[in-house]
């Protein structure tokens, strides 16, 4: 009886203490710019400048966000997707099949029109990939060579200098997103990136973590990643309404997501090379 009355007063303690720190974050952030790097990342050249430079609206800054299907940019990537644009970066967005799987493409390509219009990713930086070869299921085998020439193409054509898509555990195991993995490392391993491209995966956390929403902020803190992003409450709506644009998908479970999602608030990304993270900016 005691045992259980303690462990239910220190779980609304912890509770209280993380929203607390979370609030403070949230009226800290409102006051100053918080960059979404951790030590380690601090040498990179284009967050140096970043953080030089005072004009927030440098549209030099690029990033391209890599995924899968529509909806993978909410679900997963929406506070990088938000405050990278906040920093003053244009997001583009390469999709690469429509979705089709239950042959829903055209809709859900529209539906990802009004998603990225609300995140805020200009019509003209979002490219959508019909291809045979790439179809949503997950007991297709994307080919490494297809999805790294499309996506070397695409980061070559835009001068994009950030890359950015999931790591080898694709956040929900889905075989797409692990294939656009492979075939980032494959880029970043060959060093056919261009010089100044960097390339970032998105942390595939347990289950555990995964539905712990705010209380898995501090374990992603502490855990050091090279990018950390935290989205305040008003930047949270924004990912929900970007989900909510997703209609054909807002089943049962997807208001149980974004109720406890930690990818709805929180993103943690890993620099693919070891190289990237310590050459001395000139
Ligand atoms: C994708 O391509 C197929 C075959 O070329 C076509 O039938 C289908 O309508 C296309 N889907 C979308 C969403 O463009
Ligand atoms: C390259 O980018 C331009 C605009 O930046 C676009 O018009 C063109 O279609 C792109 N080409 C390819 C091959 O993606
Ligand atoms: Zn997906």
Redesign the pocket.
Same mark, same amino acid.
């Given at each position: 009886m005691y045992a259980l009355l303690s462990a239910i007063v220190f779980c609304l303690v912890y509770y209280g203490l993380i929203l607390l720190l979370y609030y403070q974050y949230e009226s800290h952030k409102q006051k100053s710019r918080v960059f979404p790097f951790t030590s380690k990342f601090v040498q990179h050249e284009f967050f140096r400048k970043l953080s030089c430079s005072e004009n927030c609206n440098d549209r030099s800054l690029r990033a391209l966000f890599v995924?899968? #299907?529509p @909806? @993978?940019e909410c679900m997963f990537f929406a506070p990088a997707i938000i405050q990278l644009r906040k920093l003053g970066f244009k997001v583009y967005l390469l999709c690469l099949s429509t979705g089709n799987y239950y042959s829903e493409g055209e809709t859900r390509k529209k539906e990802l029109q009004k998603s990225c219009s609300v995140l805020g990713i200009p019509s003209d930086c979002l490219t959508v990939i019909n291809h045979s070869g790439l179809q949503d299921d997950p007991l297709a085998e994307w080919e490494t060579e297809l999805v790294s020439s499309l996506i070397l193409t695409h980061v070559k054509n835009n001068s994009i200098q950030l890359v950015l898509t999931f790591d080898a555990g694709g956040v929900s195991r #889905?075989a797409? #997103?692990i294939a656009l993995f492979k075939s980032l490392s494959f880029l970043s391993a060959t060093r056919q990136l261009p010089e100044g491209c960097s390339a970032v995966v998105l942390e595939t956390v347990n289950i555990f973590r995964k539905y712990l929403s705010v209380l898995d902020t501090p374990v992603s803190w502490l855990m050091t990643p090279d990018l950390l992003f935290i989205l305040t409450r008003k930047e949270y709506e924004e990912a929900k309404t970007a989900m909510h644009c997703h209609r054909s998908q807002m089943l049962w479970f997807r208001y149980m997501y974004i109720l406890f999602s930690r990818y709805m608030l929180t993103n943690t990304y890993r620099c693919l090379s070891e190289e990237q993270k310590i050459r001395k900016p000139e």
């Open positions: 995924t899968a #299907h @909806d @993978d #889905h797409n #997103h």
